[in-house]
């Protein structure tokens, strides 16, 4: 499975931005996805996860009410959602493909892994 995700850029603080992770070359509607994101100097965290049929997400707590994570198997597509939008959300967003079909809050449950893509927010 290829990742590419997109949607990264500049935004204010209170404002919003929606991430896009398009699939390729595997079976997209069978896998759990991810996303998480690296703020410099700090380690990659989980953001978000979705089951394979969009039915069951799991967020972590630092952004629960905020983003929303969904996919469109149709398109091959999961999505971040990021609203009310912090400084601490500047960090550099990666979407993952699970090795299962249902929702995993850690990296160690992806086997692959796009690209990422950056967000900067101001304050």
């Known amino acids: 499975v290829q990742l590419q995700a997109s949607g990264g850029g500049l935004a204010q603080a209170g404002g919003s931005l929606r991430l896009s992770c398009a699939a390729s070359g595997g079976t997209f509607s069978s896998k759990g996805m991810g996303w998480f994101r690296q703020a410099p100097g700090k380690e990659r965290a989980f953001v978000a996860t979705?089951?394979?049929?969009?039915?069951?997400?799991y967020y972590a707590d630092s952004v629960k009410g905020r983003f929303t994570i969904s996919r469109d198997n149709a398109k091959n597509t999961v999505y971040l959602q990021m609203n009310s939008l912090k400084p601490d959300d500047t960090a550099v967003y990666y979407c993952?493909?699970?090795?299962?079909?249902?929702?995993?809050?850690?990296?160690?449950?992806?086997?692959?892994w796009g690209q990422g893509t950056l967000v900067t927010v101001s304050s």
């Open positions: 979705i089951n394979w049929s969009g039915s069951m997400t």
């Open positions: 993952a493909a699970a090795y299962t079909s249902t929702t995993y809050p850690a990296s160690s449950g992806y086997d692959y």
